[in-house]
T-cell receptor, first 113, second 114 residues
Framework: DSGVTQTPKHLITATGQRVTLRCSPR?????VYWYQQSLDQGLQFLIQ???????AKGNILERFSAQQFPDLHSELNLSSLELGDSALYFC????????????FGQGTRLTVV | GDSVTQMEGPVTLSEEAFLTINCTYT??????LFWYVQYPGEGLQLLLK?????DKGSNKGFEATYRKETTSFHLEKGSVQVSDSAVYFC?????????????FGTGTRLLVSP
């Protein structure tokens, strides 16, 4: 158990809908990262937050947004969902910006039908 | 930009065989290098890491050495077990200041048969 908690584990929704994925980082970790794992694109970095502020953006679509709350949990919002958004979404956390280790949650499997 | 290239899988081995999964990288300076493992139905787990040239990371019988001259970080294990069946990801963290972003390879699936 990495200490990073993601909910829900599975999500099935229809095209055009909006969903919210939740991540609770390890106790004491200030930095949260979101990744998307799909069959055709592999593992891709989406976005990073540190202590409530956005710090880095990767290949995140404009239909997607994220935030980190004062209690340090993070949410990834996916809207106007398309079939191609079906993927495993991982959250990871680390203590600080300069640390070399990130611990991953078990992921949320999103299926868009 | 920064990138990681892994050998394509699946790699199929019998129990107790020797394992090598190749990984090479492209990055400026001295990135940190990692191997992550993903067991079926689970998230990624950090297997081992190396933060500077010639460092050797090791864990659970797996080893990898940071080779700056060949820009490689190959994963090895002397005797694999069925329980090692998983997908292995090589990754790097660029040597940038201000933020941390892992760049992953495409993953190599390992299948170990009894």
């Amino acid at each position: 158990d990495s200490g990073v908690t993601q909910t829900p584990k599975h999500l099935i929704t229809a095209t055009g809908q909006r969903v919210t994925l939740r991540c609770s980082p390890r106790s004491g970790d200030l930095s949260v990262y979101w990744y998307q794992q799909s069959l055709d694109q592999g593992l891709q970095f989406l976005i990073q937050y540190y202590n409530g502020e956005e710090r880095a953006k990767g290949n995140i679509l404009e239909r997607f947004s994220a935030q980190q709350f004062p209690d340090l949990h993070s949410e990834l919002n996916l809207s106007s969902l398309e079939l191609g958004d079906s993927a495993l979404y991982f959250c990871a956390s680390s203590v600080a910006l300069g640390r070399t280790e990130a611990f991953f949650g078990q992921g949320t499997r999103l299926t868009v039908v | 930009g920064d990138s990681v290239t892994q050998m394509e899988g699946p790699v199929t081995l019998s129990e107790e065989a020797f394992l090598t999964i190749n990984c090479t990288y492209t990055a400026t300076g001295y990135p940190s290098l990692f191997w992550y493992v993903q067991y079926p139905g689970e998230g990624l787990q950090l297997l081992l890491k190396a933060t500077k040239a010639d460092d050797k990371g090791s864990n659970k019988g797996f080893e990898a050495t940071y080779r700056k001259e060949t820009t490689s970080f190959h994963l090895e294990k002397g005797s694999v077990q069925v329980s090692d069946s998983a997908v292995y990801f090589c990754a790097l963290r660029p040597m940038n200041t201000g933020f941390q972003k892992l760049v992953f390879g495409t993953g190599t699936r390992l299948l170990v048969s009894p």
